[in-house]
């Protein structure tokens, strides 16, 4: 006769899984060591661990450098995903260092939950941690002080590098990324014999031979007066690279975050410089050679100023049922509230975006439509009419 299981009991032992048995790596870039030979060593790693198993590792899921320092589960799509996909196709799911899996105590449990509920090993490559091993007296401790040193060291390494751009951006020098029209500079090579702590002095970002001209461009039309919609049509072939959404051609939304930035406006008349905005908001003169003169970009400030119209109050106020919550079923992106004759639709912006969507792309939805379909749905649903206790006042 068979082992009855049980599988909402709190405590719950897994098991390791035999030879044989599909899994995938977990790889995730690494915020405090701006690598990317990180990530090969994390698989190289992974990828000993299964040999030593014989386990079959079926491939990775790498969460790229943009969502790696979030630790929401909904800010981590591709963490998200591999839970989704966890016991359909593969039963293991190894990362290399438990620092690499999750560095805040809520989702670390939480995720791990979802796996044991499906059945789903996990594992550590260094050998330190498991899903069974992490539910034992003792070992739950050790995770969880580990975890949580984890996530010290992440709040103390973010408020250094807060410290270290805004000293960086006072001295004129850009952080992080450069804007569209910028390249970052070419620093030198270490010379022979030098120290293994050596680094290349900084140097400012530089103009970009090919989109420069496209950037100072857009400066000229948004001065007199253009949308961005029509500053992206007449600026074909171009393409910015977006740490959200990566390469695409320009759209007027991608126009309007170039329009807004301070790093292309010359800092003072003459000066021939850009402008640097330190993280506390102060701005300084930057190193880089400015795109927009300084009295083109006050034209370009009056210009978009004229055509801002502040919303009626009664506009404000109005709230969306489903703002944010109704998605595209192909790309899951929000569809964005827009408003004709006074009539709101929920749609699809990805093609306007530049951003694909297989499925659509073009979808618009009525408000109306949404609602009664809602409710629809709503008066489908019949609830129970016997085992409900009925609350009163004054009830405990």
């Not at 002095?201 to 103009?207: D, G, I, V």
Request: charged share 25%.
């Amino acid at each position: 006769m068979g082992r009855k299981k049980h599988p909402n009991r709190i405590y719950r032992v897994i098991g390791e899984p035999g030879p044989g048995t599909h899994g995938v790596g977990y790889v995730q870039f690494s915020s405090d060591m701006q690598d990317p030979a990180t990530l090969i060593t994390q698989k190289r790693k992974i990828e000993e661990f299964f040999e030593r198993k014989r386990w079959i590792l079926d491939g990775f899921y790498e969460e790229p450098e943009h969502s790696a320092k979030y630790e929401e589960i909904e800010q981590r799509p591709v963490f998200a995903q591999m839970l989704a996909d966890a016991g359909t196709s593969f039963r293991i799911i190894v990362c290399y260092m438990n620092d690499r899996w999750a560095r805040n105590v809520t989702v670390a449990f939480n995720s791990l939950a979802i796996l044991r509920r499906k059945g789903v090993w996990w594992a550590t490559a260094d050998g330190q941690f498991d899903l069974d091993r992490i539910n034992q007296d003792g070992a739950d401790v050790w995770f969880v002080v580990d975890t949580q040193i984890n996530a010290a060291f992440v709040r103390k390494l973010s408020k250094r590098e807060i410290d270290a751009f805004e000293d960086r951006g006072r001295a004129g020098y850009h952080n992080g990324k450069t804007l569209f029209g910028y390249l970052r500079p070419e620093y030198e090579k270490a010379p022979d014999g030098a120290p293994s702590t050596w680094r290349p002095p900084h140097a400012p970002a530089q103009p970009d031979p090919v989109n420069f001209p496209a950037l100072v461009r857009i400066g000229e039309l948004a001065a007199q007066g253009w949308t961005d919609q029509a500053i992206a049509a007449a600026l074909p072939g171009y393409t910015t690279n977006s740490p959200r959404f990566g390469a695409r051609p320009l759209t007027k939304d991608t126009i309007a975050v170039i329009r807004r930035s301070w790093f292309p406006r010359e800092f003072a008349p003459g000066s021939g410089r850009g402008t640097i905005e330190t993280p506390a908001g102060e701005l300084v003169e930057g190193l880089h050679v400015a795109a927009w003169p300084y009295e083109l970009w006050q034209r370009l400030v009056e210009a978009k100023g004229g055509q801002y119209h502040r919303p009626r109050v009664e506009a404000q106020r109005r709230a969306h049922a489903f703002s944010r919550i109704i998605v595209c079923a192909s790309c899951r992106r929000p569809l964005r509230v827009t408003s004709s004759k006074g009539i709101a639709y929920y749609k699809d912006t990805s093609l306007v975006r530049g951003l694909s969507c297989a499925a659509y792309g073009c979808l618009s939805v009525k408000g109306t439509v949404v609602l009664e379909q809602f409710g629809a749905v709503l008066a489908s649903v019949t609830l129970p009419t016997s085992g409900v206790r009925r609350w009163r006042r004054g009830s405990k």
